[in-house]
């Protein structure tokens, strides 16, 4: 999770979902998507445009109130820095950390048996 828009990503930067002003009492910062805080697979550059796993059915949308101006730079940072295979990589790597983390907890419960 993260704790402020400087530590996000630019989708998140330009969306309207974001919730800069509505963080929870851990600090975590928000969106619609993801009200107890925006994960960090998302925040590693996830085109968010995608379905990701348990985000409601939100996905990334332009902020009303961008000028023209910061929407053509978010849309250079995007085409520079999202892609689908860039999504495969961070969903792979989820699904990696997913793994060792019921690994670890099944040793762990072995152990205590």
Known sequence: MIK??????DMCEFCK???IDKSMDNGNLCCDAF????PVYIIWGYD???PYPYDNGVRFEIREDLSEL???IMKA???????ESRNHE?????RKDIEKYLKAKAELKHKSA
């Open 70 to 72: 910061d929407i053509l």
């Open 48 to 50: 968010h445009r995608e």
């Open 17 to 19: 979902h974001v919730q």
């Open 90 to 94: 961070i969903l792979d790597h989820r």
């Open 77 to 83: 940072r995007m085409e520079r820095e999202i892609s």
């Open 4 to 9: 402020n828009i400087e530590n996000c990503s």
């Open 35 to 38: 009200p107890k805080g925006i």
